[in-house]
């Protein structure tokens, strides 16, 4: 399942990214608790806070982060594989998206960054201090090759 954290575009590119790599998943940008079942066995969430793209959603930043709190804790009780993606660049990051990443990032098994949403190190800190892999890539596109690799090892 492929689902946002913070509905900016991000969860769309990865949509088409995991098509390109010939995943099979569902998508929703506003995936719930009673959305989840045995067959799942992987969560991307991609994180990007989009102000927008809340106000589409019509919800606020405190009702997203219920959300993808709610829906990570019960992944991980079931057992799902969490990947936290941020593949918009510096561009996505921000205040908000900083904090909705300081808050996926505890569930995950694997982070996927782009190299210049890193440029200050962010992921790379928050990843050491919750001991979890961090993979870097150069450019959005490369995230295709990340999951194909992943997928294909049965992770």
């Given at each position: 399942?492929?689902?946002?954290?913070?509905?900016?575009?991000?969860?769309?590119?990865?949509?088409?990214?995991?098509?390109?790599?010939?995943?099979?998943?569902?998508?929703?940008?506003?995936?719930?608790?009673?959305?989840?079942?045995?067959?799942?066995?992987?969560?991307?969430?991609?994180?990007?806070?989009?102000?927008?793209?809340?106000?589409?959603?019509?919800?606020?930043?405190?009702?997203?982060?219920?959300?993808?709190?709610?829906l990570l804790s019960r992944a991980k009780e079931m057992g799902?594989?969490?990947?936290?993606?941020?593949?918009?660049?510096?561009?996505?990051?921000?205040?908000?998206?900083?904090?909705?990443?300081?808050?996926?990032?505890?569930?995950?098994?694997?982070?996927?960054?782009?190299?210049?949403g890193n440029e200050d190190g962010f992921f790379t800190n928050?990843?050491?201090?919750?001991?979890?892999?961090?993979?870097?890539?150069?450019?959005?596109?490369?995230?295709?090759?990340?999951?194909?690799?992943?997928?294909?090892?049965?992770?």
């Amino acid at each position: 399942m492929i689902t946002s954290a913070g509905q900016s575009a991000g969860a769309t590119m990865m949509k088409v990214l995991a098509s390109r790599a010939k995943l099979q998943f569902t998508f929703n940008n506003l995936a719930k608790v009673d959305d989840l079942s045995e067959e799942i066995r992987t969560i991307i969430v991609v994180v990007g806070a989009s102000s927008k793209g809340l106000g589409a959603a019509g919800i606020d930043i405190e009702q997203e982060i219920q959300r993808v709190t709610a829906l990570l804790s019960r992944a991980k009780e079931m057992g799902m594989k969490i990947i936290v993606a941020h593949i918009e660049g510096q561009s996505r990051r921000g205040k908000t998206s900083d904090q909705l990443s300081e808050l996926v990032v505890p569930f995950a098994d694997l982070v996927i960054v782009t190299k210049p949403g890193n440029e200050d190190g962010f992921f790379t800190n928050l990843c050491e201090k919750h001991q979890k892999k961090l993979i870097v890539v150069d450019a959005t596109s490369a995230v295709q090759g990340v999951l194909e690799q992943y997928f294909k090892a049965g992770e």
